[in-house]
């Protein structure tokens, strides 16, 4: 299995301004995923991140709002940059690992004002 | 393309009640099947799994079984309680695709 820490778990911002989301996986993962679950609604997947490589967006999400850093196997950030308050969700950083079994984060509940 | 149909919810219940959340799949190949659940103000946890036909996954209670027949994987609970109040997610993987594909999620209520 694999443990995985978010950090901050929710943050109220001020629209216009940027938030740093950090995942930190307890094991070396190739993959890492971001994703977004905004208010009653189920889980929809931003973007890919790859170690090495820029990471691969999802339709709809573009790098310029969605940021993502991917410095090593075991961390990478999502930055909701420009926020509006339809940018208020919970945002989950997720890995797969063993027989493709995925673990999530406890997630970052973002509420911009 | 790839996806997971759920069951609409709310779906509220007495305690002790039977429960079934329906969950069919559209997949190519031969995905992995999962079960996660959410509770109020938390993240994500996985309930049950199954990686292939006929398999049985089961937690807490909970079972679902892998129907390659019919593309499904309901979700089933003999005598549910108050706190298995949640909302539950029906998902898969494909096999080499690392990427969940996520249904739209079933709220429960459990009344006292």
């Known amino acids: 299995s694999a443990v995985i820490s978010q950090k901050p778990s929710r943050d109220i911002c001020q629209r216009g301004t940027s938030l740093t989301i950090q995942c930190q996986v307890d094991?070396?993962?190739?993959?890492m995923f971001w994703y977004r679950q905004q208010p009653g609604q189920s889980l929809t997947l931003i973007a890919t991140?790859?170690?090495?490589?820029?990471?691969?967006?999802e339709s709809g999400f573009v790098i310029d709002k969605f940021p993502i850093s991917r410095p090593n196997l075991t961390f990478s950030t999502l930055t909701v940059s420009n926020m509006s308050p339809e940018d208020s969700s919970i945002y989950l950083c997720?890995?797969?690992?063993?027989?493709?079994?995925?673990?999530f984060g406890q997630g970052t509940r973002l509420t911009v004002v | 393309g790839n996806s997971v149909t759920q069951m609409e919810g709310p779906v509220t219940l007495s305690e002790e009640a039977f429960l079934t959340i329906n969950c069919t799949y559209t997949?190519?190949?031969?995905?992995?099947l999962f079960w996660y659940v959410q509770y109020p103000g938390e993240g994500l946890q996985l309930l049950l799994k199954?990686?292939?036909?006929?398999d049985k996954g089961s937690n807490k209670g909970f079972e679902a079984t892998y129907r390659k027949e019919t593309t499904s994987f309901h979700l089933e609970k003999g005598s549910v309680q108050v706190s298995d109040s949640a909302v539950y997610f029906c998902?898969?993987?494909?096999?080499?695709?690392?990427?969940?594909?996520f249904g739209a999620g079933t709220r429960l209520f459990v009344k006292a």
């Open positions: 997720s890995v797969v690992g063993g027989l493709t079994e995925a673990f």
């Open positions: 094991s070396q993962v190739t993959m």
């Open positions: 991140a790859n170690q090495g490589s820029e990471a691969t967006y």
């Open positions: 997949a190519t190949g031969y995905p992995s």
């Open positions: 199954a990686t292939k036909a006929d």
């Open positions: 998902a898969l993987i494909l096999t080499g695709g690392f990427k969940t594909i």
